[in-house]
């Protein structure tokens, strides 16, 4: 860093800062020019004489010119120059930090994003660009009642039982909600299954509502959910195969088993099943009595012994009665695709 007491001619190349023909540096001329703490770095960096002076870009660490410095640069300049107008907050700096470290497949990520700069399609976008066009809820369709308020997506969070916050989920802001999901995926109040799955939650809910518009199919809350829980259970098992995680009934009760791989020539199948409760499913068992039903999904991944993901399959269920008849389900429908598929030396 240039000293703030000097004029500092920005012409300068390294062969003005060398005693000639020495190829040592001119230590009072570093001295003039540059901070102490920099003084007795640029010393100690031995000049290859045997090289041409060129530019470098100080904005990058290398040196290197890239695109996105670029344009870091002419952002800055123009914040620099609008009166009033700064860096952005510490808390909003992390809250973007926060949206591409999310654990999501880069596509939901970038939904997300989108999300949030108002690039959704929505029946609101599209008239503010002159498109009229006929929104398919019975409120005003903007993004942020598309994915949180609309009677479809609340029955879908309260379904996957999200904590709301202490005023409920805003009506008009999605940044404000965003960041409550956010700070769900970090919060130790939740099931490792919801942290997990709120991103495809938030994916599967603007895909219903693209299924509503376009293929006329509307999917019920409950199938919203399960289809996201067994998206996101796929994706942290081939992603992440080092750990199988068992989520149990209770919210806030997980155990982590170290996945172990298998012999050699042998492969490993690992089973995942899914239940969740639908008010919609229900069956009379006797007389004035309810049996409670639900919607079962399964998954499995067969891994060799070095961890390589070789397949993978999931599917849906008819409505079953209980958690166990679902696993049973997964259990039974995993070893006769194993069967199906001639897999040999199968360990379950």
Same mark, same amino acid.
């Given at each position: =860093?240039?000293?703030?007491?000097? &004029?500092?001619?920005?012409?300068?190349?390294? *062969?003005?800062?060398?005693?000639?023909?020495?190829?040592?540096?001119?230590?009072?001329?570093?001295?003039?020019?540059?901070?102490?703490?920099?003084?007795?770095?640029?010393?100690?960096?031995?000049? =290859?004489?045997?090289? +041409?002076?060129?530019?470098?870009?100080?904005?990058?660490?290398?040196?290197?010119?890239? *695109?996105?410095?670029?344009?870091?640069?002419?952002?800055?300049?123009?914040?620099?120059?609008? %009166?009033?107008?700064?860096?952005?907050?510490?808390? +909003?700096?992390?809250?973007?930090?926060?949206?591409?470290?999310?654990?999501?497949?880069?596509?939901?990520?970038?939904?997300?994003?989108?999300?949030?700069?108002?690039?959704?399609? &929505?029946?609101?976008?599209?008239?503010?660009?002159?498109?009229?066009?006929?929104?398919?809820?019975?409120?005003?369709?903007?993004?942020?009642?598309?994915?949180?308020?609309?009677?479809?997506?609340?029955?879908?969070?309260?379904?996957?039982?999200?904590?709301?916050?202490?005023?409920?989920?805003?009506?008009?802001?999605?940044?404000?909600?965003?960041?409550?999901?956010?700070?769900?995926?970090?919060?130790?109040?939740?099931?490792?299954?919801?942290?997990?799955?709120?991103?495809? &939650?938030?994916?599967?809910?603007?895909?219903?509502?693209?299924?509503?518009?376009?293929?006329?199919?509307?999917?019920?809350?409950?199938?919203?959910?399960?289809?996201?829980?067994? +998206?996101?259970?796929?994706?942290?098992?081939?992603?992440? %195969?080092?750990?199988?995680?068992?989520?149990?009934?209770?919210?806030?009760?997980?155990?982590?088993?170290?996945?172990?791989?298998? %012999? &050699?020539?042998?492969?490993?199948?690992?089973?995942?099943?899914?239940?969740?409760?639908?008010?919609?499913?229900? *069956?009379?068992?006797?007389?004035?009595?309810?049996?409670?039903?639900?919607?079962?999904?399964?998954?499995?991944?067969?891994?060799?012994?070095?961890?390589?993901?070789?397949?993978?399959?999931?599917?849906?269920?008819?409505?079953?009665?209980?958690?166990?008849?679902? +696993?049973?389900?997964?259990?039974?429908?995993?070893?006769? *695709? =194993?069967?199906?598929?001639?897999?040999?030396?199968?360990?379950?």
């Amino acid at each position: =860093m240039y000293r703030q007491d000097c &004029v500092v001619d920005l012409t300068l190349c390294i *062969s003005d800062l060398l005693i000639p023909n020495t190829g040592l540096w001119d230590s009072q001329k570093i001295r003039q020019l540059f901070i102490e703490e920099d003084v007795a770095t640029v010393l100690t960096i031995k000049p =290859m004489l045997n090289k +041409e002076d060129r530019y470098c870009w100080g904005f990058t660490l290398d040196g290197h010119y890239s *695109s996105q410095s670029g344009y870091k640069h002419v952002d800055t300049i123009r914040n620099q120059q609008v %009166p009033g107008r700064g860096a952005l907050p510490p808390i +909003e700096k992390r809250f973007w930090n926060n949206i591409w470290k999310l654990m999501t497949s880069p596509k939901i990520r970038h939904f997300v994003w989108r999300a949030l700069a108002g690039a959704l399609a &929505v029946a609101e976008q599209l008239r503010y660009r002159g498109i009229p066009v006929d929104s398919a809820c019975y409120g005003t369709e903007t993004i942020c009642h598309t994915l949180f308020t609309c009677p479809s997506a609340r029955d879908t969070w309260n379904a996957a039982g999200l904590p709301l916050p202490a005023r409920g989920l805003s009506t008009n802001s999605v940044f404000l909600n965003v960041h409550h999901l956010i700070a769900c995926t970090k919060s130790q109040h939740c099931s490792l299954r919801l942290k997990r799955s709120i991103p495809w &939650v938030l994916w599967d809910i603007w895909k219903a509502r693209n299924s509503l518009i376009f293929e006329k199919t509307r999917l019920d809350p409950a199938t919203i959910l399960l289809k996201a829980e067994e +998206e996101s259970k796929l994706w942290f098992e081939l992603n992440y %195969p080092d750990t199988v995680d068992t989520v149990t009934n209770q919210s806030s009760s997980s155990s982590t088993l170290l996945w172990k791989a298998p %012999p &050699v020539d042998f492969v490993k199948c690992n089973i995942g099943a899914s239940w969740s409760e639908s008010s919609q499913g229900r *069956s009379w068992a006797k007389p004035n009595e309810t049996l409670a039903l639900g919607r079962p999904g399964a998954s499995w991944v067969v891994r060799d012994c070095r961890g390589k993901v070789l397949m993978h399959r999931r599917r849906s269920y008819s409505y079953v009665n209980s958690r166990e008849t679902a +696993e049973l389900w997964a259990f039974h429908w995993a070893i006769d *695709s =194993m069967k199906s598929l001639c897999m040999n030396n199968v360990i379950f």
